[in-house]
């Protein structure tokens, strides 16, 4: 049986970052509490119980908020669940304003073995911009004790876009994180509807179409100097240290979320919570709240997930997978997109280039188009 990833939704946040639409709420002990407690009922039910889990990732919200003594049972009850494996990647999503040494260091002794903060800049204009509530010193001291903790994977998030960031920001934040973090996920700022960034039209401080591509392109090339290999639109990584968890989703492999507004993909069916924390405390099985997003796992979605590896698309492993399976129609509008310098035709596989990156959305959609029927 194939291991299968485990995604814990944590909601609650020490406040609402102005571009953030991810669902979260203001940190209260009385609603953790609940929560933790509906949490583990919800592990105590869930399907696939007994499977093995070789990639676990408490995301947020805030996951940290919960400190020890809240994260401690929550993995206690999926380790009663679901078998880790030895290797399993047990991350924590991170703040740098909401950690202390202790605290790592106990989440360290309870399995916990890769971070991921948001840190996002490495100037304190640009920190202030966004609404952080960490400093740059905070950030750096965050890395640092998550060292000391034991920890010997870490990631940290790179915005781009944002406003007044050049390419010499993006050189400053690799100079101070690049040599003591293992991953970097650096994405562009999305203005997202119904935020206060949206509200307030940030999008004309930012930087415009031409320099956001030179910032990413940049970026691509600045990563690969210090060692980065980028193996996802966003996401660098050193050597073996790809994120396992996001590599589920963008295989088409099967993961287990859980919490409000977490999603799944089992048995070929895409299913979600809704964003409701009271609802999903309140319930005694949680699973009845579980909703049917769509059926997934045609050749459409799996080659749309995949073109967004740097891998690419191979297709002798998309044959396999779906027998019968033409690929003619996509190799023809590879060769044309190739001439253009958006994709990368071999006889093995294609995938897109860095310019083609920039432009997924339109690039993957013409490459796909005729299957989308």
């Known amino acids: ?23 979260s709420l203001t940190f209260t002990q009385k609603q953790a509490d609940a929560y933790i407690k509906a949490l583990c009922r919800a592990l105590s039910l869930a399907p696939r119980r007994g ?17 020890p003594e809240g994260l401690g049972p929550i993995l206690g009850a999926v380790q009663q669940n679901f078998p880790l494996s030895l290797d399993c990647e047990i991350t924590l999503e991170a703040n740098p304003a909401a950690m202390t040494l202790d605290h790592l260091q106990q989440l360290r002794r309870l399995g916990f073995n890769r971070v991921s903060m948001g840190v996002q800049a ?46 010499s920001s993006i050189d400053r934040f690799l100079e101070i994180f690049g040599h003591c973090v293992q991953h970097i996920s650096a994405y562009l700022l999305k203005i997202e509807e119904g935020t206060p960034f949206a509200q307030k039209h940030m999008e ?59 999603h799944s993909f089992l048995g070929g069916r895409r299913m979600f919570f ?62 044309l997109l190739a001439d253009h310098g958006l994709v990368r035709c071999g006889e093995t596989g294609i995938s897109l280039t860095p310019q083609g990156f920039l432009l997924s959305n339109s690039v993957i959609w013409r ?7």
């Open 122 to 167: 490495a100037e304190e204009s640009q920190l202030l911009a966004l609404g952080r509530r960490h400093s740059l010193a905070q950030a750096q001291e965050s890395v640092a004790m998550c060292h000391r903790a034991g920890f010997s994977n870490i990631s940290v998030d790179l915005m781009l876009g944002t406003p007044g960031q050049t390419l």
């Open 274 to 335: 809704p964003r409701d924390l009271p609802s999903f405390s309140a319930a005694q099985n949680p699973w009845s709240l579980w909703q049917q997003e769509s059926f997934g796992g045609d050749f459409f979605e799996y080659a749309m997930l995949r073109l967004r590896l740097v891998a690419g698309l191979d297709y002798a492993e998309a044959k396999t997978r779906y027998p019968g399976l033409s690929l003619g129609p996509l190799q023809r509008e590879a060769k």
């Open 367 to 373: 490459l796909l188009r005729s299957y989308d029927e």
């Open 51 to 67: 499977q093995p889990v070789n990639s676990l990732y408490f995301g947020g919200g805030t996951p940290v908020l919960l400190g």
């Open 204 to 262: 004309t401080l930012c930087p415009g179409e031409e320099l956001s591509a030179a910032l990413y392109l940049h970026t691509v090339k600045a990563m690969e100097q210090q060692g980065f290999a980028q193996y996802e639109i966003s996401n660098f990584a050193r050597p073996n240290r790809e994120s396992r968890h996001n590599l589920k989703y963008w295989n088409s492999q099967e993961y287990l979320g859980i919490g409000p507004a977490a």
């Open 1 to 23: 049986m194939e291991p299968l990833g485990l995604y814990i939704h944590i909601p609650f946040c020490l406040s609402k970052c102005p571009y953030c639409d991810f669902y």
